[in-house]
């Protein structure tokens, strides 16, 4: 009896420290996201007034409409929406013929290339920043946002290929060989047999290289300079420099940066494993 | 290009079969690789190039060949040592915390329980939040005119006045390792949890059948089936950490006179705000001879380690 109870209390408070441990992390986490929200909405004569309470007495959707009306950052979200989106189209297409010849082909060199390409991964990119500008210059792609998107797809595909060939991997070999076997070219058989079959990993793929695009920074910053080009965190962070005691309005385009962010962790949270595994260092 | 390529070897005879099947695979990796080499080797050359040349964009009479003369200025230049140090500093600080606290995540989602799910969409968030932007965050929540750190650090007896650490020489360092942790700990959680996951339950009966308490099924089996997975993500993500130069350049810009400045930030600065590419591209040639050299200590190490055992 007495050594029944005592496992009974160990598996309760083993349940409580569980518990406890990931509230934790669940406050952690969420924390500074809610404090952004939280300078967003404090209308700006209660900010200094109330210092760090919880929650303003009252609360004001003001910044938000502001940001949205007098300011360029209808601009910079429109621009990074652009780039992300081209980004991650050009990388879903270019990874999958990648990811695909990488799954179903045994070929000389075929773990050169994949060394290689996980090579690129670990490679400073930020060393690339002085000659891609050099290069670009004369091509006319510097301060425009092809130049971003041509930069962002070639950084990019490495790592979708390996996410784009475990999406592969995971498709039985058999079905296009039935389809070349009925005539179809392999080609034919890849387009109309499987990528259909991989329209969620392609999905996943878009979202991650989205994700990637949005928050680049510093190929942007050194790249663009003319204010109706810059994507998001390059508007953002000149408008701190700019403005920097302007909280209420840094705070709301903050959180409206991170509208996009989150709606397409949502899309991907499945498949965050087989993302952040491929290539093996994702941030 | 493709589609052409794809169509002559189609319309190829019998007798080139070996070619075309040779060609196939790589009409299929040609975009990735003519886009890799376009914008990865192209400018990797340009900038080898560029590190033995005065590159500078605000003064372009001064141009030309100058030998080693930039890796001696390297040598001589306080601000590179000094970002050197901040580097290991930096990379070893947040690796430890994020691999620790990550471990402990995965530990505590490893298992069933009600609203895993809702719990694990929260604590992975961090990771999706724009890396830029949880650099802006911490750096609003250590200011202490809008947010609580400096407050509460002062109240728990660690600040001796709630003043913005960031503007702190001796400690404006924790602030971008702080952002960098809290926006690192889902990758080590999820990768750690995967690895968990993957361990076959037959491992644990077989353990426990042979009379393993608690703790020697954690080290036995547990830690003996995660070394492998977390060794090679340790060995990725440390480089990955030295060369993240995004936190620093957004919440400190390398201040307090360089105290927080790391060399991919340093590189950046040089590029971006002097427009000396020749001294930037000499600077990121040492960056890359170091992480050369690490990874080659590391394999070594491995490999001793092994003949060891």
């Known amino acids: ?53 919880l929650w303003p007495s009252s609360t004001t959707l003001g910044n938000f409409a502001t940001v949205l009306r007098a300011t360029d950052f209808p601009w910079y979200f429109l621009n990074s929406v652009i780039v992300s989106l081209c980004t991650a189209a050009a990388v879903t297409v270019v990874a999958s013929l990648s990811g695909y010849a990488l799954s179903r082909f045994a070929f000389r060199w075929k773990n050169a290339v994949a060394f290689f390409l996980l090579l690129t991964q670990i490679f400073p990119l930020v060393m690339l920043i002085a000659p891609i500008y050099r290069l670009m210059t004369p091509l006319g792609l510097v301060d425009s946002l092809m130049g971003l998107i041509l930069v962002y797809t070639a950084y990019n595909t490495p790592f979708a290929t390996f996410l784009m060939q475990s999406f ?39 979202g991650f290289v989205f994700t990637a695009a949005w928050s680049e920074l510093l190929f942007a910053l050194m790249l663009i300079s003319t204010e109706t080009r810059m994507t998001f965190p390059v ?17 709301a385009a903050a959180v409206l940066a991170l509208i996009p962010a989150c709606a397409f962790f949502a899309v991907i949270q499945r498949y965050l494993v087989q993302g952040l595994t491929a290539g093996a260092v994702k941030g | 290009m493709a589609g052409r390529a794809l169509r002559l070897a189609r319309q190829a005879p019998a007798g080139r079969r070996s070619f075309r099947s040779i060609a196939e695979p790589w009409t299929y990796l040609s975009p990735t690789l003519v886009l890799i080499a376009l ?34 200025a390297i040598a001589n230049d306080p601000i590179f040592w000094l970002a050197l140090v901040n580097t290991l500093w930096w990379t070893f600080a947040s690796l430890i915390l994020q691999f620790l606290l990550g471990l402990g995540l995965a530990l505590l989602l490893w298992r069933e329980f009600k609203g895993k799910r809702l719990v694990q969409a929260i604590v992975f968030l961090p990771w999706a ?12 929540l250590f200011n202490p005119v809008v947010g609580p750190f400096p407050h509460w650090l002062h109240a728990l007896g660690l600040l001796a006045s709630p003043d913005n650490i960031l503007a702190d020489p001796a400690l ?44 020697a099924r954690f080290r036995h089996v547990t830690l003996a089936y995660l ?46 705000r002097k427009l000396d590419f020749g001294y930037a591209s000499a600077l990121s040639m040492v960056l890359l001879a170091l992480l050369f050299l690490y990874a080659i200590l590391i394999l070594e190490m491995r490999r001793r380690l092994r003949s060891a055992f």
């Not at chain 1, 990931?22 to 209660?46: E, Q």
């Not at chain 1, 498709?171 to 259909?196: H, N, S, Y």
């Open chain 2, 39 to 72: 914008l990865m080797l192209v400018p990797l050359i340009v900038g080898i190039g560029f590190a033995f040349q005065n590159v500078q964009i605000l003064n372009p009479f001064k141009r030309g060949f100058v030998g080693l003369a930039h890796f001696q």
């Open chain 2, 129 to 140: 939040v724009p890396s830029f932007l949880s650099g802006l965050t911490f750096a609003w």
């Open chain 2, 172 to 215: 404006a360092m924790w602030g971008p390792i702080t952002a960098n942790v809290w926006w690192g700990i889902p990758f080590f959680a999820i990768t750690i949890l995967a690895a968990l996951q993957s361990i076959p339950n037959e491992m644990y009966e077989a353990a426990a059948i042979d009379g393993a308490g608690m703790l």
């Open chain 1, 235 to 251: 508007g953002l962070l000149t408008f701190v420099s700019k403005f920097s005691v302007d909280w209420g309005q840094m705070t």
């Open chain 1, 168 to 206: 592969f991997e995971g498709i039985p070999k058999g079905l296009e060989e039935a389809a070349m076997i009925d005539g179809c070219t392999r080609f034919q058989a890849l387009w109309r047999v499987i990528l259909p079959l991989t329209l969620p990993g392609m999905g996943a793929t878009l």
């Open chain 1, 1 to 53: 009896m007495v050594v029944a109870g005592t496992s009974q209390l160990r598996r309760r408070l083993g349940f409580f420290g569980h518990w406890l441990a990931l509230a934790l992390y669940v406050l952690a986490a969420l924390f500074p996201l809610f404090w952004l929200v939280k300078i967003a909405v404090t209308p700006t004569d209660l900010l200094f007034g109330e210092g760090i309470r």
């Open chain 2, 227 to 272: 070394v492998p997975t977390i060794a090679i993500t340790l060995l990725l993500r440390t480089i990955w950490i030295a060369n993240f130069g995004d936190l620093v350049v957004v919440m400190t810009g390398g201040g307090p006179a360089n105290q927080t400045q790391i060399l991919p930030s340093y590189i950046f600065t040089m590029a971006f």
